[in-house]
């Protein structure tokens, strides 16, 4: 990988095409995302993901190691890989951070199959339908690999994993898990010829989540921030548990939900 240019100028041609690449419309057409964050980036290295580009300024640099991010990304030459500077006007134009810290990438989207997920005995697999906000998906990934979920699975939600924000949020997270999106009654399918027990979160449910018996093989699913779950996934479930709500408010934030109950998974387990 070799420095082929130096931007200086926002109004460039790359510079406007990682502000598309904002929008999910522009990801999905150019099949590509954009990554920001020197620690986002190694561990998307790290992670097997294919840079096409990435865009660096020395100016914004907070860190001793970003010249050996740098050095690694000179070292490790990718095909049609290209290492480009930026001014910083220019670098501000495509960042979406308060303090950057001088990395932006773009890279290749990666279509993760279902079919080739490696399960163990004991596996938890956290399905998510409905998700609305890219923070709420990033935070949940952060809980779901501090947790050690084996994987994430998106159903009908509303957003993708490779929004900027949820990137952000989980702190670069999302490239160290598995992350799935998959049409339901595929999904309803594999879960059952993989032996799966669907554990899904209802304000209906008599059980709390902390009463429940999680199985060797389980599925959490988790709804939307504004409609929960459907129908469709209360039929499809093998249980349903709640999270017990004393006070006013009569639910948590889904990030905070799920948290809890994969680390009830996690304690019952141990």
Same mark, same amino acid.
């Given at each position: 990988?070799? #420095?082929?240019?130096?931007?200086?100028?926002?109004?460039?041609?790359?510079? %406007?095409?990682? +502000? =598309?690449?904002?929008?999910? %419309?522009?990801?999905?057409?150019?099949?590509?995302?954009?990554?920001? &964050?020197?620690?986002?980036?190694?561990?998307?290295? !790290?992670? !097997?993901?294919?840079?096409?580009? +990435?865009?660096?300024?020395?100016?914004?640099?907070?860190?001793?190691?970003?010249?050996?991010?740098?050095?690694?990304?000179?070292?490790?030459?990718?095909?049609?890989?290209? /290492?480009?500077?930026?001014?910083?006007?220019?670098?501000?134009?495509?960042?979406?951070?308060? &303090?950057? *810290?001088?990395?932006?990438?773009?890279?290749?989207?990666?279509?993760?199959? @279902? #079919? !080739? @997920?490696?399960?163990?005995? %004991?596996?938890?697999?956290?399905? @998510?339908? $409905?998700?609305? =906000?890219? $923070?709420?998906?990033?935070?949940?990934?952060?809980?779901?690999?501090?947790? &050690?979920? *084996?994987?994430?699975? /998106?159903?009908?939600?509303?957003? *993708?994993?490779?929004?900027?924000?949820?990137?952000?949020?989980?702190?670069?997270?999302?490239?160290?898990?598995?992350?799935?999106?998959? !049409?339901? *009654?595929?999904?309803?399918?594999?879960? %059952?010829?993989?032996?799966?027990?669907?554990?899904?979160?209802?304000?209906?449910?008599?059980?709390?989540?902390?009463?429940?018996?999680?199985?060797?093989?389980?599925? /959490? +699913?988790? $709804?939307?921030?504004?409609? &929960?779950?459907?129908?469709?996934?209360?039929?499809?479930?093998?249980?349903?548990?709640?999270?017990?709500?004393?006070?006013?408010? #009569?639910?948590?934030?889904?990030? +905070?939900?799920?948290?809890?109950?994969?680390?009830?998974?996690?304690?019952?387990?141990?």
């Amino acid at each position: 990988m070799m #420095d082929t240019a130096y931007i200086e100028s926002p109004q460039n041609n790359h510079v %406007k095409n990682l +502000v =598309k690449l904002r929008d999910r %419309k522009h990801r999905n057409r150019q099949d590509k995302f954009i990554i920001e &964050g020197q620690r986002e980036i190694e561990y998307a290295l !790290d992670s !097997d993901y294919a840079l096409s580009t +990435v865009y660096y300024c020395p100016e914004f640099f907070n860190s001793e190691s970003a010249t050996q991010l740098i050095e690694r990304l000179k070292r490790e030459t990718r095909e049609l890989s290209t /290492l480009i500077r930026m001014h910083p006007k220019a670098f501000n134009k495509c960042s979406l951070r308060e &303090g950057p *810290d001088g990395f932006i990438a773009i890279s290749q989207t990666k279509h993760n199959r @279902l #079919d !080739d @997920l490696k399960l163990k005995d %004991k596996s938890t697999l956290l399905i @998510l339908e $409905g998700i609305e =906000k890219p $923070g709420n998906l990033g935070a949940i990934i952060r809980s779901a690999d501090g947790a &050690g979920v *084996d994987a994430i699975i /998106l159903d009908n939600c509303m957003l *993708d994993c490779y929004n900027p924000n949820a990137i952000r949020a989980s702190q670069g997270l999302l490239f160290r898990k598995p992350i799935f999106s998959v !049409d339901h *009654d595929y999904l309803i399918t594999w879960l %059952k010829k993989e032996k799966f027990t669907s554990i899904a979160t209802s304000p209906r449910a008599k059980l709390s989540y902390f009463n429940q018996s999680y199985p060797d093989k389980t599925a /959490l +699913v988790m $709804g939307s921030e504004s409609h &929960g779950l459907s129908e469709k996934w209360i039929a499809a479930s093998d249980s349903l548990i709640k999270i017990p709500m004393l006070g006013s408010a #009569d639910s948590l934030n889904v990030s +905070v939900a799920t948290a809890l109950c994969i680390y009830e998974i996690v304690r019952q387990r141990d």
